[in-house]
């Protein structure tokens, strides 16, 4: 029985300034981010993982390449980690968007036409692409440990596809930076072992 790690990457600029990026480049991770994946390298020296595989968008990819540098793996860019598709809301500030267009992330989760619309990915065609990569690493690294870093959403994609959480739940749920979430896979049956795993450091640390 293998687990599949999802990482959120390590903070980044648009966590601290509040920015909605989405596919936006040039959003580096701060150096408390860059502090955060190494910890989290730290922590998977320890669970004997055999594969690494990477958002395309940099500050997933960096978290990746310092959990791979540590553990002695190379990195493999898989387009379906990547982040949403935030349509004409790329580039807002969080506050904006609230103010314009009423809590934006909930009427995601609740699949609300509205979302479309405005250009935005919808959460049915994450959790596709989401299980297209998870089912995809089930084959290629039957009963290994494989790391899959990514962005918040895609990891509540996974979460929602393996247990019945509301549009609320969801929204309220939060995916810490560089924290890692474990499903263990067998006979392509998902159970979650882990939400929100970090280096003990940071329990006193918030978010």
């Known amino acids: 029985m293998g687990q599949i790690i999802f990482l959120r990457h390590g903070q980044a600029k648009n966590n601290t300034e509040r920015i909605l990026a989405g596919r936006t480049e040039g959003v580096p991770l701060t150096d408390v981010g860059q502090q955060q994946a190494q910890h989290t390298a730290e922590l998977l020296e320890h669970m004997n993982i055999s594969a690494i595989y990477s958002s395309p968008i940099q500050r997933a990819k960096h978290t990746a390449e310092i959990v791979g540098k540590h553990n002695s793996l190379d990195v ?3 387009d379906r980690l990547i982040e949403l598709d935030m349509g004409k809301f790329t580039g807002m500030a969080y506050d ?7 809590n934006v992330f909930m009427k995601f989760y609740q699949g609300d036409l509205e979302i479309a619309h405005n250009g935005v990915e919808t959460f049915d065609e994450v959790k596709k692409r989401v299980l297209g990569i998870v089912n995809h690493v089930v084959e290629k690294h039957p009963d290994e440990n494989v790391v899959l870093v990514t962005h918040m959403d895609p990891i509540k994609a996974m979460l929602s596809t393996v247990v019945d959480l509301s549009p609320t739940n969801l929204f309220e749920l939060i995916i810490a930076n560089a924290s890692l979430n474990l499903f263990r896979e067998n006979k392509r049956k998902f159970s979650i072992s882990g939400l929100n795993v ?3 450091t940071r329990f006193d640390q918030g978010w």
């Open 76 to 78: 493999t860019i898989d």
């Open 96 to 102: 904006e968007i609230f103010n314009d267009h009423g």
């Open 198 to 200: 970090m280096h003990p």
